[in-house]
């Protein structure tokens, strides 16, 4: 099939960035959409232009840095799934295929469809893990029974790829589904009650700063989200912050 | 220089504690005037910061990634090995480690997996407290599932992510440490070249990949656990930004390269669909449990299938041909990877592959639908069912078990594989080959070590399923943190090491002597073109079946894409600005070095073993015939490559291999 | 217990809190209204007591008022801060794919509120100040009668009146239709309730607006 695709360039984050227009041909419906830009790069390249710059790397869904935003969609058209893992297919013969990066103003472009998303790592570092030593002197993993369903629903929220798409896709740019699930995670866990209190706090806090906007819940993100996070680890984690500032 | 393992004398179940008991510790308030550098955050990399920092360290981690969760440790998909014997089915430490040491096909260093076997309960205790949430029964303890090649339930698991599970229990142990401010992070950092003053290993030197500066960072040892190279083929179940370049670099520095022949193809992939292919996805092993492997029987009705005049689901019982059923009827499906991936090679040569690249069996589902389905007529007492309700009952448990992969698989394939038997090839998965390291984990460079998938120790000729987190858990957990101590105990008076040095001055030079060579080399083709034809000739005569014909053509191939690529390489952009070419540019110019150190260790390597199959060495006659033949009397030993120049130069050491604790045998999966 | 309502999620729980107070106050409200379907004296009666009763009007009403206007500054302020946080908007956005229009649009659905409140307060609640505070006739009488029903039934003769309230009533039901489950997700309302406070958001954002069209039709149409 034959595209146009419009993509945003920006050469680096101080630089004002446009749509600029592309045309690719002969692409198959079975490549994925991360082949098809290759495939337009390598095409760029053998022009003498400079490829377009996208994050990328596993491509079987599971790293989270793959990040567009295509056709007014965090990772297109199709559910449950990455960039990476969005195919051909689901696009028809001369279509117009919009493209730009993931945007949220704590998520600043770096270059062309990369976005610095570090605010999310700086998140996790104000209280995204349980305080153990690393030294495998603890108890033994069997000591503490812990329901199957907590176990699993804790998995459920732990399979975040943290890729933004949440962010991105809400009309507020708010992180709430990401902080959620990691809150959550270790919420329903007994190891990670100890310090429930002051992570809960303190990753908000740190979410704020970083200037992502305030959940409406609009229920955007749990639609778009790769991994199908859950909205009600957003209502825990509100449970849970109310419960901090009782105590 | 003679290789010495540093293996402590003793029994070997006494060598790890007595030789913990007796290495040389730091005093606590010496520690945080020692600096470490760890190159690569997966799980190897990312536990080993973490609990360096923890002990007093100060770190410096380097990812490539914007992120440590996104190292490619986060694609494992099926589980994690430990000898805990939750399950009561006879498992100990010393049946871990005869597994371990028996399915590498004994090719690697038994005190090296005994310690990997002992230290492996603990990883589970450890991950369980950070709060890692493993598949658990309706009791509330730890599920277990089974894994090829092995006769007890040892591997515990995460839904079908435990790798990104026990990765992001690593980072959230790292995260701890940066919020103290132990470890300093740098994301989108990758290292260039070591840096050696006097000797050792004091630094490196990377490339801040946003801004493209060069940038110079001291320590008194450095780590690097940058996992393996399967990239060299290309097409990979890697991640695409997996490389050899920081290996390769301090190979170039005096680290000897350990068996880079030994690579594992895993059999059950997802075919390649075209030449723009970019990578490949595994479909976990656990399908093999359910799935029976077969191609048509008859060529006529491979051409029809091809061709789209017949659907798999057309072809009766007898024309079907369940090649590894045949061939090997006490393991059937579930010969270990090596060997499925072999047999489905030797059908898709003769011309028996399924899809339109010839490159596909199937893998059939509809038989466990079916047996599935009657179990649960049965059960639910449902007298006379018909196919119809045997097929939904049936497809519900199968979709209870895989469901997550057969969508994925959809996805990709855009075919329904609870209607049509899947298509799957073998693709290039692990290195077992890898930096050569002491029993400490460091290099043949004093200061510099090596850990997770990047090194060579513990898996062998083949790993088995499960085991890699484990290897790179242990690692970085366990194991490194203590030795790197025995080093470190003579450096707490050294002091900062400063980064003005002559050493430094001239490694920096050569990284950007290089850099500016790619952004101004007005060349024709991109550095993917060379990629393709390089992981061609990788494919085709260094992969799943190797013999010296081949192998003699790819040393010479491989030179002459080399040649071509430094003369006519083009790479868009500048040097200071983000530039992905540039970055693949480096790295494919280090895998065409590496490349051909590979195909030259094959060829001296006139065994067949694990991943690596010679055909000049396969039992000639009797009910092995055909079989890979080891060849335990001239080639118990580890090959350990010292770099001279031109790859072909590299020359040869061995470290004779010894088997105290367990008899040598040959496999027979029969 | 400052910091939590400072914090982005403290501010939701504040929204959500407001927005029940609200919510309340709606019942409260179409159930003096809907007394004046059947029986004028009772809605009298109901009106006067809350004209009068010094509880509600000095306790009760200050309270209403600052929640509706802590309600509606909060959403702007909240609406500000969202703005902010979004940087460069995209060129093509398909928010139709994954939320419903109602979720998006609360500002709007809001203003239109906003709007309608201030329609109503000149109509009502003005004029009713103005009889008992500044005149300070508080007894609720208009020659020999209660004035409250005739009060109400005069304002509705306009139809354009009535169209006014018909829309705003509208919009209202859509601002409920997304606010009601809202406001108990911003309070964490556990997974298991979910479905059940999803379908009492509907019957809710449906039954409240439409009572009150229907209060302002039928005595436009009836007197």
Same mark, same amino acid.
């Given at each position: ?247 | ?539 085709? *005569?260094? $992969? ?6 081949? !192998?003699? &053509? ?7 894409? @080399? /040649? #071509? ?18 970055? *693949?540019? $480096? ?6 070095? !590496?490349? &051909? ?7 001296? @390597? /006139? #065994? ?63 | ?223």
């Amino acid at each position: 099939m034959n595209l146009t695709l419009k993509i945003w360039r920006q050469k680096d984050s101080n630089a004002k960035g446009q749509m600029v227009d592309y045309k690719v041909t002969d692409i198959s419906e079975h490549m994925s959409f991360l082949e098809m830009m290759d495939v337009l790069n390598e095409q760029l390249i053998a022009e003498g232009e400079e490829p377009i710059a996208f994050d990328h790397d596993c491509r079987e869904g599971i790293c989270g840095m793959c990040s567009m935003y295509i056709n007014g969609e965090a990772h297109g058209p199709d559910r449950g799934i990455t960039t990476c893992q969005l195919h051909m297919r689901m696009f028809n013969d001369g279509d117009t295929i919009t493209i730009e990066p993931f945007r949220a103003a704590a998520f600043p472009v770096i270059k062309d469809l990369v976005v610095d998303r570090t605010a999310f790592e700086r998140i996790q570092q104000a209280g995204g893990y349980i305080s153990v030593n690393t030294s495998g002197n603890t108890q033994d993993a069997n000591a503490l029974p812990i329901s199957k369903h907590a176990a699993d629903e804790a998995m459920d929220a732990a399979t975040c790829i943290g890729c933004g798409a949440c962010v991105a896709t809400c009309k507020n740019s708010s992180a709430m589904l990401f902080v959620g699930a990691k809150v959550s995670q270790y919420a329903l866990l007994p190891q990670g009650q100890v310090e429930a209190a002051d992570r809960v706090q303190n990753m908000v806090a740190q979410m704020d700063l970083e200037g992502f906007g305030n959940c409406t819940n609009t229920g955007a993100c749990e639609i778009e989200c790769p991994k199908g996070i859950s909205l009600d680890n957003i209502a825990r984690m509100n449970r849970e912050l109310m419960k901090a500032a009782i105590k | 220089m003679a290789l010495d393992s540093k293996v402590p004398k003793g029994p070997i179940q006494d060598k790890w504690t007595d030789y913990k008991n007796k290495i040389n510790l730091v005093n606590p308030a010496n520690k945080r005037h020692i600096d470490v550098i760890v190159v690569g955050t997966g799980l190897a990399g990312g536990s080993a910061a973490a609990t360096l920092a923890e002990l007093g360290y100060n770190v410096k981690a380097f990812a490539y990634q914007d992120s440590p969760r996104r190292a490619h440790s986060i694609a494992a998909q099926g589980g994690i090995n430990a000898a805990k014997n939750y399950q009561g089915d006879g498992d100990s430490t010393y049946r871990l480690f005869y597994d371990t040491v028996k399915g590498g096909d004994y090719r690697s260093r038994e005190a090296n997996v005994y310690r990997l076997a002992e230290v492996s309960a603990n990883i589970i205790d450890q991950c369980v407290a950070q709060g890692v949430p493993f598949a658990r029964d309706y009791g509330g303890l730890l599920d277990n599932r089974s894994f090829g090649g092995v006769l007890v339930s040892r591997t515990f698991y995460a839904k079908g992510q435990t790798g990104q599970q026990l990765l992001l229990g690593a980072y959230s142990a790292m995260n701890r440490q940066i919020a103290r401010g132990k470890i300093e992070m740098f994301n989108r950092h990758e290292m260039l070249d070591v840096v050696k003053v006097d000797g050792k290993a004091r630094g490196i030197i990377a490339r801040n990949l946003i801004t493209g500066e060069i940038e110079r960072h001291s320590a008194h040892a450095v780590v690097v656990a940058t996992g393996g190279y399967g990239n060299v083929y290309f097409l990979s179940t890697n991640a695409m930004g997996s490389n050899v370049t920081a290996a390769w670099k301090i190979h170039k520095k005096g680290a000897y390269f350990a068996n880079p022949c030994y690579t594992q193809i895993h059999p059950t992939c997802i075919p390649r669909s075209g030449d723009y292919q970019s990578k490949l996805t595994l479909m976990s092993e656990s399908l093999r449990n359910d799935g029976r492997i077969w191609v048509p029987k008859n060529i006529e009705d491979v051409k029809a299938i091809r061709e789209g005049r017949k659907k798999p689901t057309d072809l009766s019982e007898d024309e079907r041909d369940y090649y590894l059923e045949r061939r090997y009827p006490a393991f059937g499906n579930l010969v270990p990877r090596d060997v499925a991936s072999r047999a489905a090679k030797e059908r898709c040569d003769a011309g028996y592959g399924v899809n339109a690249t010839g490159e596909a069996v199937y893998l059939d589902f509809a038989a466990a639908i079916e047996r599935y389905g009657k179990e649960q007529a049965k059960i639910h007492n449902i007298s006379n069912p018909s196919d119809a309700k045997i097929y939904e009952l049936g497809q519900k448990i199968v979709e209870a078990k895989y469901g997550n992969l057969f969508q994925m698989y959809e996805k990709i394939v855009d075919q329904d594989p609870y209607k049509t038997p899947m298509m799957i090839y073998p693709a290039v998965h692990y290195t077992m080959g890898g930096v050569w390291v002491d029993y400490n984990l460091m290099t043949t460079v004093p200061g510099l070590y090596c850990i997770g998938e990047a090194n060579f120790s513990d898996h062998g000729a083949n790993r088995l399923g499960a085991s890699a987190l484990m290897q790179g858990l242990a690692d970085g957990y366990f194991v490194l943190p203590y030795t790197i101590g025995d080093y470190l105990a003579d450096d707490i008076r050294t002091g900062k090491i400063p980064t003005d040095s002559k050493e430094f001055d001239e490694a920096e030079k050569e990284v950007k002597d290089r850099i500016d060579f790619f952004v101004n080399n007005n060349g024709t083709k991109s550095v993917d073109y060379f990629h393709k034809k390089l992981g061609k000739v990788m494919w085709d *005569k260094c $992969g799943m079946s190797r013999n010296e014909k081949g !192998l003699k &053509e790819a040393m010479v191939e491989i030179k002459a894409i @080399r /040649e #071509e690529f430094w003369k006519d390489v083009s790479v868009p952009g500048g040097a200071n600005e983000m530039n992905p070419e540039l970055e *693949k540019a $480096g790295r494919v110019a280090d895998f065409l070095e !590496l490349g &051909e150190l590979f195909a030259k260790d094959a060829l001296t @390597r /006139e #065994e067949s073993c694990g991943g690596h199959f010679r055909e000049e060495s396969a039992e000639e006659d009797g009910p092995q015939k055909g079989e890979a033949k080891r060849n335990d009397k001239d080639f118990a030993f580890v090959s350990a490559w010292e770099y001279k120049g031109e790859p072909a130069d590299a020359v040869l050491h061995k470290e004779e291999l010894e088997f105290k604790d367990i008899e040598l045998k040959q496999r027979s999966y029969k | 217990m400052s910091g939590f309502f400072k914090s982005s999620i403290g501010r939701k729980v504040a929204m959500a809190l407001s927005a029940f107070f609200l919510m309340f106050f709606l019942i409260i409200h179409l159930a003096v209204n809907i007394t004046s379907l059947f029986s004028e004296d009772l809605f009298n009666e109901l009106s006067h007591f809350m004209g009068t009763n010094p509880l509600v009007q000095f306790a009760l009403q200050p309270v209403l008022i600052f929640g509706v206007v802590f309600h509606f500054v909060m959403g702007f302020v909240l609406e500000l801060k969202n703005k902010k946080a979004n940087g460069t908007s995209y060129a093509k956005n398909n928010g139709a794919a994954n939320s419903t229009w109602m979720s998006r649009n609360m500002i709007y659905s809001g203003l239109v509120i906003l709007a309608f409140i201030v329609l109503h307060f000149i109509d009502f609640w003005i004029p009713e100040l103005n009889t008992k505070y500044v005149l300070g006739d508080m007894s609720g009488m208009h020659d020999g009668d209660y004035r409250y029903f005739h009060e109400m039934v005069e304002k509705f003769h306009n139809p354009l009146r009535v169209g006014a309230y018909v829309v705003s009533f509208v919009l209202l039901g859509l601002h409920l239709a997304h606010g009601f489950t809202s406001a108990f997700q911003s309070m964490g309302a556990t997974a298991g309730r979910k479905k059940t406070l999803q379908q009492i958001g509907k019957a809710y954002s449906i039954i409240i607006p439409l009572a009150f069209i229907i209060i302002a039709i039928f005595h436009h149409f009836n007197h």
